[in-house]
C-alpha cells in the first residue's frame, strides 16, 4: 500500500506563476520528508527537506510546507521557471524511504 | 497502487561478504527497474538500469563487475554487491516503471548496508 501519495500526475504552469506540488501521507511516525527533482534519463536530485518538527522550510523559490495534522506535505515553487520542468517527487523516511510517484510538472514559457 | 518492495529492508555483512538485495514489483509487470544509492542527506544516484531480458546499463563509475543485477522476470530484479566493503556502506533503493509510462516510478523503501 502506497504510504506516500502523490494525486497529481502532471501539473502545467506558466512562467513566472506559482507551482505547487502536493503530497499527502498515512504514517504519522515520519520524521523527515525530502524534495527530488528528476530530469529525464537522470536520477533524483535533492532539491529541499523538511523536519517533522518544523512546518515550513524556505530555500530561494523552494518552500516546503508541512501539515502534520493533515498529513499533507506541499512544494511551492515561485516564480517557476522553465528550467523547473521535471518530475518531482516526494518522500518521508521513517526507519526506511517511501516514496510517492511522481507529479511532472510543465512549465510554460 | 502499485507497490515495490526490498528484501532484505537491513543486512550487516562482513567486508569481502557477497550481499544480494531483491527488488519485487509486487502488483504489476516491471519491463524496467532502477538502481539507486542513496548517501545521508544527499540525492538518489542512479547506478544502473535494468530491463528485463537484458543487460543492465550502468552509470559512468559504477563498477559493473562489483555491482551485478539481474532481472529475470518482469516483477524481480536483483542488485548483488560483491566483495563488499565499508565504503560501500549505504542505502541502496530500486524503483519499477511501466513500458512507455517511465515518467511515474515507483519506488521501494530501501535497503540499508552495513559492511563492517
Known amino acids: 500500500d502506497q504510504q506516500v501519495k502523490q494525486n497529481s500526475p502532471s501539473l502545467s504552469v506558466q512562467e513566472g506563476r506559482i507551482s505547487i506540488l502536493n503530497c499527502d501521507y498515512t504514517?504519522?511516525?515520519?520524521?523527515?520528508f525530502l524534495w527530488y527533482k528528476k530530469y529525464p534519463a537522470e536520477g533524483p536530485t535533492f532539491l529541499i527537506s523538511i523536519s517533522s518538527i518544523k512546518d515550513k522550510n524556505e530555500d530561494g523559490r523552494f518552500t516546503v510546507f508541512l501539515n502534520k495534522s493533515a498529513k499533507h506535505l506541499s512544494l511551492h515553487i515561485v516564480p517557476s521557471q522553465p528550467g523547473d520542468s521535471a518530475v518531482y517527487f516526494c518522500a518521508a523516511f521513517g526507519n526506511q524511504f517511501y516514496f510517492g510517484t511522481g507529479t511532472s510538472l510543465t512549465v510554460i514559457p | 497502487g502499485a507497490v515495490v518492495s526490498q528484501h532484505p529492508s537491513r543486512v550487516i555483512c562482513k567486508s569481502g561478504t557477497s550481499v544480494k538485495i531483491e527488488c519485487r514489483s509486487l502488483?504489476?509487470?516491471?519491463?524496467?527497474m532502477f538502481w539507486y544509492r542513496q548517501f545521508p542527506k544527499q540525492s538518489l544516484m542512479l547506478m544502473a538500469t535494468?530491463?528485463?531480458?537484458?543487460?543492465?546499463?550502468?552509470e559512468q563509475g559504477v563498477e559493473k563487475d562489483k555491482f551485478l543485477i539481474n532481472h529475470a522476470s518482469l516483477t524481480l530484479s536483483t542488485l548483488t554487491v560483491t566483495s563488499a566493503h565499508p565504503e560501500d556502506s549505504s542505502f541502496y533503493i530500486c524503483s519499477a516503471g511501466l513500458a512507455g509510462r517511465l515518467e511515474t516510478q515507483y519506488f521501494g523503501p530501501g535497503t540499508r548496508l552495513l559492511v563492517l
Open positions: 504514517n504519522s511516525m515520519f520524521d523527515y
Open positions: 535494468s530491463n528485463e531480458g537484458s543487460k543492465a546499463t550502468y
Open positions: 502488483d504489476f509487470q516491471a519491463t524496467t
